[in-house]
């Protein structure tokens, strides 16, 4: 998470950014995290902002925000017809913006962490969903989760899995939250189509990025 939001006001069209910035180069679950959503201001006027949002969604039905660790990535084969998430994918899609993330391979001496960094000048956009729940002090906790989905091109060499890309042009649409209910599969189905993996390249990093506590760009570093 070091894209500078200043960056991103031109190229996303931002009215508002409200996330608070702070370069970081390991973020687990539980983090704070930048959203792109477009939400109605209190005039009514839709508005596109880039929010702050925890990383491990927490429904509005939910008792406490544990349930939130268990739901940092939602599968998008199954995320239609899942309690946890068919309400927000229906009204409330959001995307993450990043410069990379990072993956693990296992291999015969354990794991090892890999970088998938945006191939291009334009940063990563990955599609997301986000929701609304009430703290006991009366506040709005903004919650997000990022949709996965079968690897595919050569990051299935690392893992099975993958977040979903959205390129440039198809995130006016994902995040638009007047799309109708009906719409809203043949958008995730489109989404799924478009999934470059040449978007990304990467490189294998050292193995204390597995450690929360380390932070900072030599982690980013290709060794070997």
């Known amino acids: 998470m070091s894209l500078d939001p200043a960056d991103l006001a031109d190229e996303l069209r931002l009215d508002v950014i409200s996330y608070d910035y702070t370069p970081r180069y390991n973020v687990p679950p539980g983090s704070f995290v930048p959203i792109v959503v477009?939400?109605?201001?209190?005039?009514?006027?839709?508005?596109?902002?880039?929010?702050?949002?925890?990383?491990?969604?927490?429904?509005?039905?939910?008792?406490?925000?544990?349930?939130?660790?268990?739901?940092?990535?939602?599968r998008s084969e199954t995320v239609l017809e899942k309690p946890m998430f068919?309400?927000?994918?229906?009204?409330?899609?959001?995307?993450?913006?990043?410069?990379?993330?990072?993956?693990?391979?296992?291999?015969?001496?354990?794991k090892q962490p890999w970088m998938m960094s945006a191939a291009g000048k334009d940063p990563l956009f990955m599609a997301g969903l986000f929701e609304f729940w009430k703290q006991p002090d009366q506040s709005w906790l903004v919650s997000t989760t990022i949709l996965t989905m079968e690897a595919a091109g050569h990051l299935s060499d690392v893992h099975h899995r993958m977040p979903v890309f959205l390129d440039r042009g198809a995130v006016?649409?994902?995040?638009?939250?007047?799309?109708?209910?009906?719409?809203?599969?043949?958008l995730l189905e489109t989404a799924l189509a478009q999934v470059d993996p040449a978007s990304v390249t990467r490189h294998k990093v050292g193995k204390s990025v597995g450690n929360v506590r380390n932070d900072g760009p030599e982690l980013t570093a290709p060794v070997g």
């Open 38 to 74: 477009e939400r109605l201001d209190d005039e009514g006027q839709l508005t596109r902002r880039l929010e702050t949002a925890s990383w491990g969604l927490v429904p509005g039905w939910a008792k406490d925000t544990k349930i939130g660790f268990k739901a940092f990535n939602a």
């Open 172 to 186: 006016d649409g994902w995040i638009d939250p007047a799309v109708p209910s009906a719409d809203v599969p043949p």
């Open 86 to 110: 068919r309400q927000s994918i229906q009204r409330r899609r959001c995307a993450l913006p990043i410069p990379g993330y990072y993956e693990w391979e296992t291999t015969e001496d354990g």
